[in-house]
């Protein structure tokens, strides 16, 4: 009722005022200049954007009740049209690498579903499990990737590629890739063998700090390329002119595209000319490999591995700048994730000396030095190491979709948030998954310690732990990452007797296509 009497009371407001303004400007015209006119124009629009809106919200309103929907809270800005107050918080929070704690901050304020406005758009955050699974899992059509998701990987990957797009784009991009990420390459370990190898070649001297983040970034770059295309980068041990040239683009697409995805739709557009030579670079870096491929497979040569990612893409005969699209996906999903996912072990390693001593029991029990995939999928510690690393620093911490419809969500409304939510078409929700991780209610009050043991007991969890997300669009690279992580784990407690923290500075998460250490991760370690 309040909202269908502003839009009245809105609606014959700026009829009146459009009337006066009228009578001044255009009846009696002699003093008026252009930039009247313009001003006349511009008030004009605004009163019409405003009324159009408080009608569309009126009848929100209406198709809400009717379906049995709550009202949702609303984040109380100090700016109700922009939002730059929250604006200007989030900035600050992003330079300051704290973004996911004022997420949660924002959650224990106005609870785990709210309304907030972003630049002037009404943009839905939620914290509410029932709400993430509706929209990753059984209503997923109505929640395409869209909106700042779809910005971010947009400008390096193109509209087609798995990353980026949706519907039948997406089907054929899924469908293409499932094939090639079989079990029988997971579990041959040969591949991450070598440059584990070399990463533990690359560790200095008993008790000298380093940053283990920066040396996993290397190692995670070599094997993926290594895998990918058959050929490494080679970054640790004689990285070439080219392959130094890659990387470095790499790095400074992914970082560059997700800064101009913060910035919207229309200054996303804006040109970028250091941004564009950086993408020509790696795609033609990623060419060169494909057309080698294609050369070598005609000659009919024989590759020193049996198994190679680009190899087993090429057998649907795809078209050249599509298949690049998805090697370039799939290294933008999984080098930076994997890597952060062994630094954050290492770092909480590295302040809990008993986990390690008990993991290097499971690990010296094991008997052979080079384990097969079996055994360390068997080894119950040090799988829980891992996710219990990946629920405290979870790579993909915050996600978001775009509503294609006016649509329902199960939780969110009304008083207690309980009731069913309307969202309408055209509306972002983003979620953090490092809340979720973090929830009390789930994981008790110590949810907030590294305490692998927690895994052993009865927890049941399943959408309050989506390190890798879920429904159709989860993450097909999970058992790839996590067999890197175990077996990387494994080799360096079998070198390694310990690992000790050299930075004493608070927990920090910085925002790129992915969240990492700004920092990166000081450590030392003593040979066993
Ligand atoms: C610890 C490491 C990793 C984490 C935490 C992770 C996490 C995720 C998450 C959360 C998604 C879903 C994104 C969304 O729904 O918007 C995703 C998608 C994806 N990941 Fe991973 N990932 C990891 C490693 C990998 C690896 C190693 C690969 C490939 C070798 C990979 C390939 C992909 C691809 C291709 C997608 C897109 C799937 C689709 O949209 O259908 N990821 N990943």
Redesign the pocket.
């Known amino acids: 009722m309040k909202s269908l009497a502003a839009a009245v009371f809105n609606v014959a407001f700026s009829a009146w005022g459009l009337q006066q303004a009228y009578c001044w400007f255009i009846a009696d015209n002699s003093h008026v200049t252009i930039s009247c006119y313009l001003l006349l124009a511009g008030l004009a629009a605004l009163a019409i954007q405003i009324n159009l809106s408080l009608i569309n919200n009126y009848r929100m309103q209406s198709r809400a009740r009717a379906l049995g929907c709550g009202d949702v809270a609303v984040y109380p800005h100090k700016d109700p049209i922009l939002g730059l107050d929250a604006f200007v918080e989030a900035i600050r929070a992003f330079n300051s690498h704290k973004l996911l704690d004022l997420y949660t901050r924002r959650f224990a304020l106005c609870g785990p579903t709210y309304y907030t406005i972003a630049l002037g758009k009404w943009m839905l955050m939620t914290d509410e499990v029932e709400n993430v699974k509706t929209i990753?899992g059984p209503k997923m059509e109505d929640w395409p990737?869209d909106g700042p998701?779809r910005l971010a990987p947009l400008l390096v990957l193109g509209p087609n590629s798995?990353?980026a797009s949706n519907g039948d784009a997406?089907h054929r991009?899924?469908a293409m890739?499932k094939p090639s990420?079989v079990r029988d390459q997971v579990a041959d370990l040969r591949c991450f063998d070598r440059h584990i190898r070399n990463m533990l070649a690359a560790i200095p001297e008993d008790g000298i700090t380093f940053d283990i983040q920066e040396i996993l970034l290397d190692m995670t770059m070599d094997s993926?390329t290594d895998?990918l295309l058959g050929y490494s980068t080679n970054l640790l041990t004689k990285a070439s002119p080219e392959a130094q040239e890659f990387v470095k683009n790499f790095e400074y697409a992914s970082r560059e595209s997700a800064m101009k995805s913060r910035l919207g739709t229309i200054l996303h557009h804006l040109p970028h000319r250091e941004l564009d030579e950086a993408i020509r670079g790696l795609r033609e870096y990623v060419r060169f490999y494909l057309k080698r491929a294609i050369a070598e497979s005609k000659k009919g040569g024989a590759r020193d591995r049996n198994y190679v990612f680009l190899d087993e893409l090429l057998k649907s005969n795809p078209p050249e700048d599509y298949t690049i699209d998805q090697i370039l996906?799939?290294l933008i999903?999984?080098?930076d994730?994997?890597a952060?996912?062994m630094t954050a072990a290492f770092y909480f390693l590295a302040r809990n000396p008993v986990v390690v001593e008990k993991l290097r029991e499971e690990i010296n029990s094991a008997g052979d030095d080079s384990p097969t995939w079996e055994q360390l999928k068997r080894m119950k510690y040090l799988n829980s190491v891992i996710k219990e690393a990946?629920r405290l620093f979870?790579?993909?911490a915050t996600?978001s979709r775009t509503a294609n419809k006016d649509t329902v969500l199960p939780r969110g409304g009304g008083k207690d948030g309980k009731q069913p939510i309307l969202v309408p078409k055209g509306v972002s929700v983003r979620w953090s998954?490092h809340s979720l991780h973090r929830s009390k209610a789930v994981y008790g009050p110590d949810a907030d310690e590294f305490r692998p043991e927690r895994w052993d007991s009865d927890l049941r969890v399943s959408w309050e732990y989506?390190?890798?997300?879920g429904g159709?669009?989860?993450?097909?690279?999970?058992q790839?990452?996590?067999t890197?992580?175990a077996y990387a784990l494994f080799k360096f407690f079998r070198t390694f007797r310990s690992v000790e923290a050299r930075d004493s500075g608070p927990f920090l998460a910085q925002a790129s296509l992915?969240f990492s250490f700004p920092h990166g991760c000081l450590v030392s370690v003593t040979r066993a």
Request: proline share 9%.
């Open positions: 990753m990737i998701r798995i990353f997406w991009a899924r890739l990420f993926s895998f996906s799939i999903a999984g080098r994730t994997t952060t996912a990946l979870t790579p993909v996600n998954v989506i390190p890798f997300g159709p669009r989860i993450c097909p690279g999970q790839f990452a996590l890197q992580i992915t």
